[in-house]
T-cell receptor
Framework: DSGVTQTPKHLITATGQRVTLRCSPRSGDLSVYWYQQSLDQGLQFLIQYYNGEERAKGNILERFSAQQFPDLHSELNLSSLELGDSALYFC????????????FGQGTRLTVV | EDKVVQSPLSLVVHEGDTVTLNCSYEVTNFRSLLWYKQEKKAPTFLFMLTSSGIEKKSGRLSSILDKKELFSILNITATQTGDSAIYLCAVLQSGGSNYKLTFGKGTLLTVNP
């Protein structure tokens, strides 16, 4: 157990809908990262927050947004869902941004039908 | 365009064999190279390499970075069935306060008893 908690574990929703994925980082970690893993694209970095502020942006679509709250948990919002958004979404956390080991949660499996 | 290429894509060996996994990259503003092991779900961190020529070692796993030739290798000696996993290489780039993490497609290692 990495100490990073993601909910829900599985999510099935229809095209056009909006979902929110939640991540609780390890105790003491200030940095949160979101990743998307699909069969065709592999693992892709989406976005990173540090102590409530956005720090880095990767291949995140405009339909997706994220935030980190004062208690350091983070949410990834995915809207106007398309079939191609079906993927495993990981959250990871670390003490420092990018300089230390990041621990991954078990992921949320999103299926868009 | 930033590229991270891993080879081979897939490898099947017998227990006790030694394997070498390769990761080459072409990116701007290189900062560090990371190796992850992904079994059933979440990736777990193996190594972060920043300096050329310095081997990092953890048990039967070791890794080295060559910043002149733009590649890294991950060695696993005396392989065990528990080493079966996808091994991911990622390159971290940074320019000022901007960061970007690009993953390779991974090497699927299967260790047969």
């Amino acid at each position: 157990d990495s100490g990073v908690t993601q909910t829900p574990k599985h999510l099935i929703t229809a095209t056009g809908q909006r979902v929110t994925l939640r991540c609780s980082p390890r105790s003491g970690d200030l940095s949160v990262y979101w990743y998307q893993q699909s069969l065709d694209q592999g693992l892709q970095f989406l976005i990173q927050y540090y102590n409530g502020e956005e720090r880095a942006k990767g291949n995140i679509l405009e339909r997706f947004s994220a935030q980190q709250f004062p208690d350091l948990h983070s949410e990834l919002n995915l809207s106007s869902l398309e079939l191609g958004d079906s993927a495993l979404y990981f959250c990871a956390s670390s003490v420092d941004p990018w300089n230390t080991e990041a621990f991954f949660g078990q992921g949320t499996r999103l299926t868009v039908v | 365009e930033d590229k991270v290429v891993q080879s081979p894509l897939s490898l099947v060996v017998h227990e006790g064999d030694t394997v070498t996994l390769n990761c080459s990259y072409e990116v701007t503003n290189f900062r560090s190279l990371l190796w992850y092991k992904q079994e059933k779900k979440a990736p777990t961190f193996l190594f972060m390499l920043t300096s050329s020529g310095i081997e990092k070692k953890s048990g039967r796993l070791s890794s080295i970075l060559d910043k002149k030739e733009l590649f890294s290798i991950l060695n696993i000696t005396a392989t065990q069935t528990g080493d079966s996993a996808i091994y991911l290489c990622a390159v971290l780039q940074s320019g000022g306060s901007n960061y970007k993490l690009t993953f390779g497609k991974g090497t699927l290692l299967t260790v047969n008893p």
